[in-house]
């Protein structure tokens, strides 16, 4: 499987072309798309968003990562194995997180190149094909040469931040369930939010947060949007008020 973590939108070309890319490099390999909408150009909102995300697919998956404000400069290409999984993308800090909290990890330097690589589109012409040649069963060492990512040690374990608002105006956060007790209240764009454990705890029109589905405290509104009645956005700090 190909699991797609883009901020390429999904109005446009852009995740059409890598869609297509990948079916006619693996054809037999399904291709999932998990996030068009990674925070765009935000490698450090994005790294704890993938990471939270990542986890819930099989060992031997391919996750194609691009948030990468930084193409066409001399930032590298990176393969990082982490925990039976491959990810593929800028070595940029995307995968910090991934490979923080995985038990084991290697990463490569990308060394292969397609004949022709624009300087504006490398997870088409680029990081889609790699991910494609492992997806299919070709070796790291034939793509690429061991190294060591850029570390973003100043990064925190956990973000007390937004990292993501969703469908329905829900805001994620770069905190883990275990960083809070469900007594704890948060502070953020001065409202001070407490906990329910599912939205139908929840009185009806009132704020709360809660551990999603997949580890991460998420700020909501019961029958309202979060984003809008709080007034948060990607980059929100929160407070841990205790």
Not at 90 to 96: Q, R, W
Not at 122 to 136: E, K, N, S, T
Not at 151 to 175: E, K
Not at 179 to 205: K, N, R
């Amino acid at each position: 499987m190909i699991v797609v973590f883009t901020d390429f939108g999904l109005a446009g070309p852009y995740t059409g072309q890598v869609n297509a890319v990948l079916q006619q490099i693996a054809p037999a390999v399904p291709v999932i798309q998990l996030f068009a909408d990674a925070p765009a150009a935000q490698p450090k909102p994005a790294a704890y968003l993938l990471a939270a995300y990542a986890v819930w697919f099989a060992a031997g998956t391919v996750l194609l990562c691009v948030v990468d404000p930084g193409v066409g400069s001399t930032r590298r290409g990176l393969i990082v194995a982490a925990d039976g999984r491959f990810y593929v993308g800028p070595d940029n800090g995307l995968f910090e997180l991934v490979r923080r909290r995985a038990a084991t990890s290697r990463a490569w330097d990308i060394t292969w190149q397609p004949p022709v690589l624009s300087a504006s589109f490398h997870g088409r012409d680029l990081f889609a094909p790699v991910a494609g040649c492992l997806a299919r069963g070709e070796p790291p060492s034939s793509l690429a040469r061991p190294t060591a990512p850029v570390d973003c040690l100043d990064w925190p374990d956990d973000l007390a931040q937004i990292v993501y608002i969703d469908h329905y105006g829900n805001a994620l956060t770069g905190l883990r369930g275990e960083c809070l007790a469900e007594t704890g209240q948060l502070g953020v764009c001065g409202h001070v939010i407490t906990h329910a454990h599912t939205f139908s705890a929840a009185p009806d029109g009132a704020a709360f947060w809660y551990v999603n589905s997949n580890g991460l405290v998420e700020i909501a509104v019961n029958g309202g949007r979060a984003d809008r009645t709080l007034g948060l956005a990607i980059g929100s700090e929160i407070a841990i008020l205790g």
